[in-house]
């Protein structure tokens, strides 16, 4: 072979070498080319789930709503069921604890009979006996008969719509479990809201029977019929994803390995303590308004009391989507930190110009504003830390703390007022009780809880 012949096939060689580059480096842009669209889309799949779930939330809003009259009217039902039964005050308010008692203790094994058999179901059941509640307790001659119907098949209707919402819509959205709990539990807060002006004006009007049957029975058709439409989530990875400052991948823990961690007690303690500081206010509102002389002052044209509890379903509803989404991006304890001060000044503050109606109506909202994020940023909290699997059996558990609240915010703060004549060691205590639960959700909380994530991972 000649030198020449040998320089050509050298030639060769290189010149094959150089058109395989070339070809190599054309197929992997057209390949870049082609996947780039797909990649930006999202899948039939993902785009259906991403619909779907806002439909999940807005019928779960519904069925919340059509429960929050119970609790929150129930301040309206004390003057004229305490005439009816001719019972005092801290009597009757066993009613209102027996409701959310039975509301909360209940709430685990209902929220595990929800994550076994479905929402549609146990939801459906849970709307029918919060209804049937208000039309049995019309008819109610004894205290007794009021405690089984309002208080007992009340609480137990309540509680497994308020866990099963919350449970569930928290699996809808992964990405962004702050808010979706906040709007859940803000149409728990919202709900009576449409209710109290009609509610009060049929009591002065009708009386509490007749208006106890007829709301009742509302209640009860249109939370079943808003209950048929939910359903439970896909995979996870159709409808969002987890990852985010504020939900840490995890591990889901049951409730049987959560209730072993002292992490989960102080999350409980902590929410019974603001339980208790809300519902002493709740509770008692149209009690506390008639001894500071302002419940029939007209504000802006309307009666103080019915204004002053309208505007407090409107803030304590605004605030759990409000707070749940601040804290998905500034963090759960910071949030608290805040939401909870917020609380502790506004209700000195209502304290100290008590005598004052407009300022009476309108410190009302902002305490309301600084207690109903409790709803969300507890729940979406317990979430982060342990996991969705179990999300609505383990809300159960932590639920049992607002029943605990109720029995110190109701009949104790009534009795408390009634030893001392006064409702100011009743403020003072829910006060306390506010400032010290912002400063463990920062010193304490926030700390324990990142330990916690580490050890974890």
């Not at 866990?163 to 959205?173: D, E, P, S």
């Not at 992490?263 to 519902?279: A, I, N, Q, R, Y």
């Not at 009690?287 to 500071?292: E, G, K, N, P, T």
């Not at 500034?330 to 608290?336: H, I, P, S, V």
Request: net charge positive.
């Amino acid at each position: 072979m000649t030198t020449r012949e040998r320089s050509r096939r050298r030639q060769g060689r290189r010149s094959s070498v150089h058109l395989s580059i070339r070809q190599a480096k054309t197929e992997r842009i057209t390949v870049n080319t082609r996947t780039q669209p797909f990649r930006g889309a999202a899948s039939p799949g993902a785009q259906t789930a991403a619909h779907t779930r806002w439909i999940q939330l807005g019928l779960g809003l519904v069925c919340m709503m059509t429960i929050s009259s119970p609790q929150y009217v129930w301040t309206l039902m004390t003057k004229p069921l305490m005439a009816k039964l001719g019972i005092a005050l801290p009597e009757l308010q066993v009613t209102f604890s027996l409701l959310v008692l039975l509301q909360a203790f209940f709430s685990p094994f209902q929220g595990a009979l929800i994550d076994r058999f479905g929402p549609r179901m146990l939801i459906s059941i849970g709307t029918l006996l919060a209804g049937v509640s208000w039309v049995l307790a019309s008819y109610a001659h004894t205290t007794s008969m009021l405690y089984l119907t309002y208080g007992g098949i009340g609480g137990l209707g309540t509680g497994i719509v308020y866990v099963g919402v919350v449970g569930f819509v928290v699996r809808w959205f992964p990405d962004r479990r702050g808010f979706a709990a906040g709007v859940a539990a803000a149409g728990y807060g919202m709900g009576a809201i449409v209710t109290t002006f009609p509610i009060s004006a049929s009591l002065a009007a009708h009386g509490v029977e007749s208006t106890l049957w007829l709301y009742g029975i509302i209640f009860a058709a249109v939370g079943l019929l808003a209950s048929q439409g939910l359903r439970v989530p896909p995979a996870a990875p159709h409808i969002g994803s987890a990852v985010s400052p504020t939900a840490p991948a995890t591990r889901d823990y049951r409730p049987s390995e959560m209730l072993k961690t002292p992490l989960f007690w102080l999350m409980f303690v902590m929410m019974t303590m603001m339980s208790t500081s809300g519902l002493m206010v709740t509770s008692q509102m149209a009690s506390f308004a008639a001894d500071f002389g302002v419940s029939k002052v007209l504000v802006f044209g309307l009666a103080a009391l019915p204004l002053a509890l309208t505007i407090d379903r409107f803030t304590n509803g605004l605030t759990r989507p409000l707070f749940g989404w601040i804290s998905d991006r500034l963090g759960r304890e910071n949030t608290m930190c805040f939401a909870f001060a917020l609380e502790g000044v506004a209700m000195a503050l209502w304290l100290m110009t008590r005598d004052n109606a407009v300022l009476f109506v309108l410190l009302s909202g902002v305490v309301f504003f600084g207690w109903g994020e409790i709803f969300s940023l507890f729940p979406s909290t317990l979430t982060d830390t342990f996991g969705t699997r179990f999300a609505t059996a383990n809300y159960g558990w932590l639920y049992i703390s607002f029943g605990i609240g109720s029995i110190f915010g109701g009949p104790l703060a009534a009795l408390l007022h009634q030893q001392t004549g006064s409702w100011v060691p009743v403020f003072g205590c829910a006060i306390v009780l506010d400032v010290s639960t912002a400063a463990l959700a920062m010193f304490l909380l926030k700390p324990t809880r990142a330990r916690f994530v580490r050890g974890r991972g």
